[in-house]
C-alpha cells in the first residue's frame, strides 16, 4: 500500500514538470521561424515604378513641338502689331478726311459743282474730298456712292470718314449723302441757298432720314492671313521610296 502511494505522488509531481518542459522546448523550437519570417519580411525589397525611356525620338519630338510653339507665338505676335497699326492707320485717315471737309464749311451749295471755288453740292463736296486727300475717284451722284462696293457700317459703328446717307424725299430713294465726323456730327452741303455746314444726326429731321453708312476709305495693304492667328501645323513626315 505504501508503495502505491509513492508511486502515485511521484506520478502526479513528474507529468506537470514534463509538460512544462515540452511546451518550452516546442516554442523554442518555433520562435526561429517567426524571426525567420520576420527577417524575410524586412528584407523585401522596396519596389519603385519602372522609370519610363526616353528615346531619341522623344527628345527630337520634345524640342520639335517646343520650336513651333515659339514659332507661333512669334507670329501671332507680329499679326497683333500689324493689325494694331492698321487700325490706327484707318483712324488717321479718317480724321484726315473729317479735317479736310471741315475746312470747306462755308463754302456755297451749287447744284452739279465740284469745287471750293465754283460752289459745291452734297456729293461734289464727297467727290472733293477723297480726291483732295488720297487722290480717290468716286462716284459723282449720292446713288451712285451709296452702290459702291464697300462695307456697309451700323450707325452705332460709324467713325470719321465714313458716308451716311439720306432720303429726304425730293426724289425717289436715297437722294442726299454726308461726310462723318464723329460724336452724332456729319458735315454736308444741304440745298440751294446754303452753305456747306454740321448737322447732328440725332437731330430729328435728319433722324427720320437717315438710311445707311458706308466705309470708302482705303484700308491699309495686310497680308490676307492677317485676319487670324496663325496656326503652325506639324509637317508631315517624308517616306523614302524603296
Same mark, same amino acid.
Given at each position: 500500500?505504501?508503495?502505491?502511494?509513492?508511486?502515485?505522488?511521484?506520478?502526479?509531481?513528474?507529468?506537470?514538470?514534463?509538460?512544462?518542459?515540452?511546451?518550452?522546448?516546442?516554442?523554442?523550437?518555433?520562435?526561429?521561424?517567426?524571426?525567420?519570417?520576420?527577417?524575410?519580411?524586412?528584407?523585401?525589397?522596396?519596389?519603385?515604378?519602372?522609370?519610363?525611356?526616353?528615346?531619341?525620338?522623344?527628345?527630337?519630338?520634345?524640342?520639335?513641338?517646343?520650336?513651333?510653339?515659339?514659332?507661333?507665338?512669334?507670329?501671332?505676335?507680329?499679326?497683333?502689331?500689324?493689325?494694331?497699326?492698321?487700325?490706327?492707320?484707318? !483712324?488717321?485717315?479718317?480724321?484726315?478726311?473729317?479735317?479736310?471737309?471741315?475746312?470747306?464749311?462755308?463754302?456755297?451749295?451749287?447744284?452739279?459743282?465740284?469745287? $471750293?471755288?465754283?460752289?459745291?453740292?452734297?456729293?461734289?463736296?464727297?467727290n472733293y474730298v477723297y480726291r483732295?486727300?488720297?487722290?480717290?475717284?468716286?462716284?459723282?451722284?449720292?446713288?451712285?456712292?451709296?452702290q459702291l462696293k464697300g462695307p456697309?457700317?451700323?450707325?452705332?459703328?460709324?467713325?470719321?470718314?465714313?458716308?451716311?446717307?439720306?432720303?429726304?424725299?425730293?426724289?425717289?430713294?436715297?437722294?442726299?449723302?454726308?461726310?462723318?465726323?464723329?460724336?452724332? !456730327?456729319?458735315?454736308?452741303?444741304?440745298?440751294?441757298?446754303?452753305?456747306?455746314?454740321?448737322?447732328?444726326?440725332?437731330?430729328?429731321?435728319?433722324?427720320?432720314?437717315?438710311?445707311?453708312?458706308?466705309?470708302?476709305?482705303?484700308?491699309?495693304?495686310?497680308?490676307?492671313?492677317?485676319?487670324? $492667328?496663325?496656326?503652325?501645323?506639324?509637317?508631315?513626315?517624308?517616306?523614302?521610296?524603296?
Amino acid at each position: 500500500m505504501r508503495l502505491f502511494l509513492l508511486t502515485w505522488l511521484s506520478a502526479c509531481l513528474v507529468l506537470p514538470v514534463a509538460a512544462q518542459a515540452k511546451e518550452n522546448s516546442a516554442a523554442r523550437t518555433a520562435a526561429p521561424v517567426h524571426k525567420v519570417a520576420a527577417r524575410h519580411v524586412t528584407a523585401a525589397p522596396n519596389l519603385k515604378p519602372a522609370a519610363r525611356h526616353v528615346t531619341a525620338a522623344d527628345k527630337h519630338t520634345q524640342v520639335a513641338s517646343a520650336a513651333r510653339a515659339k514659332r507661333v507665338a512669334r507670329a501671332n505676335s507680329t499679326l497683333h502689331r500689324k493689325q494694331a497699326t492698321a487700325q490706327a492707320a484707318t !483712324r488717321n485717315v479718317g480724321a484726315q478726311v473729317a479735317t479736310r471737309a471741315m475746312d470747306l464749311v462755308g463754302t456755297p451749295y451749287r447744284f452739279g459743282g465740284t469745287s $471750293p471755288k465754283n460752289g459745291l453740292d452734297c456729293s461734289g463736296l464727297v467727290n472733293y474730298v477723297y480726291r483732295d486727300i488720297h487722290n480717290v475717284k468716286l462716284p459723282r451722284t449720292s446713288r451712285e456712292l451709296a452702290q459702291l462696293k464697300g462695307p456697309k457700317v451700323a450707325r452705332s459703328d460709324l467713325k470719321a470718314g465714313d458716308l451716311v446717307f439720306f432720303k429726304t424725299g425730293q426724289r425717289s430713294g436715297i437722294d442726299h449723302v454726308a461726310i462723318y465726323l464723329g460724336n452724332d !456730327r456729319f458735315v454736308h452741303a444741304p440745298r440751294s441757298g446754303e452753305s456747306v455746314r454740321v448737322d447732328h444726326l440725332s437731330k430729328p429731321y435728319w433722324n427720320k432720314r437717315f438710311a445707311s453708312a458706308k466705309r470708302v476709305l482705303p484700308q491699309p495693304t495686310t497680308l490676307a492671313a492677317e485676319t487670324s $492667328p496663325v496656326v503652325d501645323k506639324p509637317r508631315a513626315k517624308r517616306t523614302r521610296k524603296s
